[in-house]
């Protein structure tokens, strides 16, 4: 019966009984909110540079700090949750690499009354290194396609030529020049002129004096032409199998309109020959010259099998047999 009667006695009124719980619990965080402890809370670091001759190359040791902070419970409950940053300034470094920490560093947010009794470590390393500047060039870059469709001209104009290049010195060492990105040509008849950006992929910490250059110049398209056959020179005492060969050139097209079989030679330089060719003759390249600037030859066949005059003829790997030759007999290469 007792048992019974106790429960029922903590039943009877029990709604009063739980509100008067609660508002016991709200009075209770209320005077604790207020009341003014302590309690220590992390808080990263952030070095900034305002020294212009250094560069910060890595993280601040140790990257984050304790704090402690004095103040109303309800406001470091606060702060504890808005995690606050400590910026550490670094000017006039020299050779100093540890720098000291103190209260004016933190950014509280606003609004709060809280004070600083403590920070530790009090003491934090940087790795920093001092900048150097060199002027480098500049070079244009085509893609590919741009590359396999248009003849560009020697005179390639990039303005400017050069930039200035910040940064630490040992990675300055190593850059010799800046290229841009590469970029598809758009004629506009013979010549191109493009707004073009430096290509800095990977040079993270590194400044440039501008990043877009202008890159213009003449342009044409890549055409190829066959001239013909050929005949091929030799030097004295020597002949040619065959004697002739097909000669084909590639380059700008306006340019290989000028081009004709006779303003070209082809020939087999002395050099490539041993001191004395023996009389089954020996295969060697042919060579083609007399081409305007930007253009290439290309002979089929690409070698020919150079022997005595008089000696029988050899059929040569990889060559078709010699038709006959009822062309006249090639000039000999004038001796050097």
Same mark, same amino acid.
């Given at each position: 019966?007792?048992?019974?009667?106790?429960?029922?006695?903590?039943?009877?009124?029990?709604?009063?009984?739980?509100?008067?719980?609660?508002?016991?619990?709200?009075?209770?965080?209320?005077?604790?909110?207020?009341?003014? /402890?302590?309690?220590?809370?992390?808080?990263?670091?952030? +070095?900034?540079?305002?020294? =212009?001759?250094?560069?910060?190359?890595? =993280? %601040?040791?140790?990257?984050?700090?304790?704090?402690?902070?004095?103040?109303? @419970?309800?406001?470091?409950?606060?702060?504890?949750?808005?995690?606050?940053?400590?910026?550490?300034?670094?000017?006039?470094?020299?050779?100093?690499?540890?720098? #000291?920490?103190?209260?004016?560093?933190?950014?509280?947010?606003? @609004?709060?009354?809280?004070?600083?009794?403590?920070? !530790?470590?009090?003491? &934090?390393?940087?790795? &920093?290194?001092?900048?150097?500047?060199?002027?480098?060039?500049?070079? #244009?870059?085509?893609?590919?396609?741009? $590359?396999?469709?248009?003849?560009?001209?020697?005179?390639?104009?990039?303005?400017?030529?050069?930039?200035?290049? /910040?940064?630490?010195?040992?990675?300055?060492?190593?850059?010799?020049?800046?290229?841009?990105?590469?970029?598809?040509?758009?004629?506009?008849?013979?010549?191109?002129?493009?707004?073009?950006?430096?290509?800095?992929? *990977?040079?993270? *910490?590194?400044?440039?004096? $501008?990043?877009?250059?202008?890159?213009?110049?003449? &342009?044409?398209?890549? #055409?190829?032409?066959?001239?013909? /056959?050929?005949?091929?020179?030799?030097?004295?005492?020597?002949?040619?199998?065959?004697?002739?060969?097909?000669?084909?050139?590639?380059?700008?097209?306006?340019?290989?309109?000028?081009?004709?079989? @006779?303003?070209?030679? #082809?020939?087999?330089?002395?050099?490539?020959? =041993?001191?004395?060719?023996?009389?089954?003759?020996?295969?060697? +390249?042919? &060579?083609?010259?007399?081409?305007?600037?930007?253009? !290439?030859?290309?002979?089929?066949? %690409?070698?020919?099998?150079?022997?005595?005059? *008089?000696?029988?003829?050899?059929?040569?790997?990889?060559?078709?047999?010699? %038709?006959?030759?009822?062309?006249?007999?090639?000039?000999?290469?004038? $001796?050097?």
């Amino acid at each position: 019966m007792k048992r019974h009667f106790s429960l029922a006695a903590l039943a009877h009124n029990w709604r009063l009984k739980l509100a008067a719980l609660g508002l016991a619990l709200l009075i209770w965080a209320a005077v604790s909110a207020e009341q003014v /402890t302590s309690q220590w809370i992390p808080v990263r670091v952030d +070095p900034v540079v305002r020294d =212009p001759e250094f560069v910060l190359t890595g =993280p %601040p040791d140790p990257a984050e700090v304790r704090v402690r902070f004095s103040g109303p @419970g309800r406001e470091l409950w606060e702060l504890a949750l808005d995690r606050p940053s400590l910026v550490l300034p670094l000017s006039e470094i020299g050779n100093r690499r540890a720098f #000291a920490l103190d209260a004016s560093m933190l950014r509280i947010p606003a @609004g709060l009354s809280v004070n600083v009794q403590d920070i !530790r470590p009090a003491v &934090v390393r940087v790795d &920093v290194e001092r900048l150097a500047s060199r002027v480098v060039p500049v070079r #244009a870059r085509l893609t590919e396609q741009s $590359r396999q469709r248009y003849v560009v001209g020697d005179d390639l104009e990039v303005l400017p030529a050069e930039v200035r290049v /910040t940064g630490p010195a040992d990675r300055l060492a190593a850059l010799d020049s800046v290229d841009t990105r590469r970029f598809d040509i758009v004629p506009d008849d013979s010549t191109f002129t493009h707004q073009v950006p430096l290509d800095t992929a *990977g040079m993270d *910490g590194l400044s440039f004096s $501008r990043t877009r250059v202008r890159v213009s110049g003449p &342009v044409d398209v890549r #055409a190829e032409r066959s001239l013909g /056959t050929v005949p091929v020179s030799v030097p004295g005492g020597l002949v040619a199998t065959p004697a002739r060969v097909q000669v084909s050139v590639s380059g700008a097209r306006r340019v290989l309109e000028r081009v004709f079989a @006779g303003g070209v030679r #082809a020939y087999v330089p002395r050099d490539s020959l =041993p001191p004395v060719v023996p009389p089954e003759g020996v295969e060697v +390249p042919v &060579v083609v010259d007399g081409l305007p600037p930007n253009t !290439r030859a290309r002979a089929n066949p %690409p070698r020919v099998r150079v022997r005595p005059e *008089g000696a029988a003829p050899v059929p040569a790997a990889g060559l078709p047999p010699a %038709p006959p030759d009822t062309a006249p007999a090639p000039a000999a290469e004038p $001796r050097r």
